[in-house]
T-cell receptor, first 116, second 111 residues
């Protein structure tokens, strides 16, 4: 069964460092998303991406965050200068073209980011 | 997105049916009702979705009230593997609208 894969599974970084989280969405999917989940809290939407541009972003997704689809397979989330409060599990998700508003989102297993 | 209300937690015995309720009294005509679940230490996983009619798939059934102001996710026979947080989410039928997760219902399954 096709799946969304994320790397790294866990990254520890120092405050102020840049971090790039990588995702390989399902191959024929066109809609991509990043979510985060702080430990013990709910899953929060960060950004959606379609046709090589951001479709929508939340207020969490400030200037420290950026997304990119550098090639035909990867979808990356960059945090320019990490803060302690960026420590969370980051989930990538993708969706096929199908019926745009009813299609299932497929989530990856997540990348745990720990900022020290 | 319209708001949903779910109980914080529920408990079920293994091999018994589970009915997970969701209230969405401010649902609009084009909102789809989606259910996702999150198993421990995993990403969210799609369960089922519907608009007006009841829906069945291999994982669960979705019963939607006639006025669409509430719905119920039905697990016909709970297993230990069904212990998870279940999210009821309304998603507007416009553009690339993202899923917005609430706190969900934490389901515990007792052997």
């Amino acid at each position: 069964e096709p799946e969304v894969t994320q790397t790294p599974s866990h990254q520890v970084t120092q405050m102020g460092q840049e971090v790039i989280l990588r995702c390989v969405p399902i191959s024929n999917h066109l809609y991509f998303y990043w979510y985060r989940q702080i430990l013990g809290q709910k899953v929060e939407f960060l950004v959606s991406f379609y046709n090589n541009e951001i479709s929508e972003k939340s207020e969490i997704f400030d200037d420290q965050f950026s997304v990119e689809r550098p090639d035909g397979s990867n979808f990356t989330l960059k945090i320019r200068s990490t803060k302690l409060e960026d420590s969370a599990m980051y989930f990538c998700a993708s969706r096929g073209q199908g019926q745009a508003n009813t299609g299932e989102l497929f989530f990856g297993e997540g990348s745990r980011l720990t900022v020290l | 997105d319209a708001k949903t209300t779910q109980p914080n937690s529920m408990e079920s015995n293994e091999e018994e049916p589970v009915h997970l309720p969701c209230n969405h009294s401010t649902i609009s005509g084009t909102d789809y009702i989606h259910w996702y679940r999150q198993l421990p230490s995993q990403g969210p996983e799609y369960v089922i979705h519907g608009l007006t009619s009841n829906v069945n798939n291999r994982m669960a059934s979705l019963a939607i009230a006639e006025d669409r102001k509430s719905s119920t996710l039905i697990l016909h026979r709970a297993t230990l593997r069904d212990a998870a947080v279940y999210y009821c989410i309304l998603r507007r039928n416009s553009g690339n609208t993202p899923l917005v997760f609430g706190k969900g219902t934490r389901l515990s399954v007792i052997a």
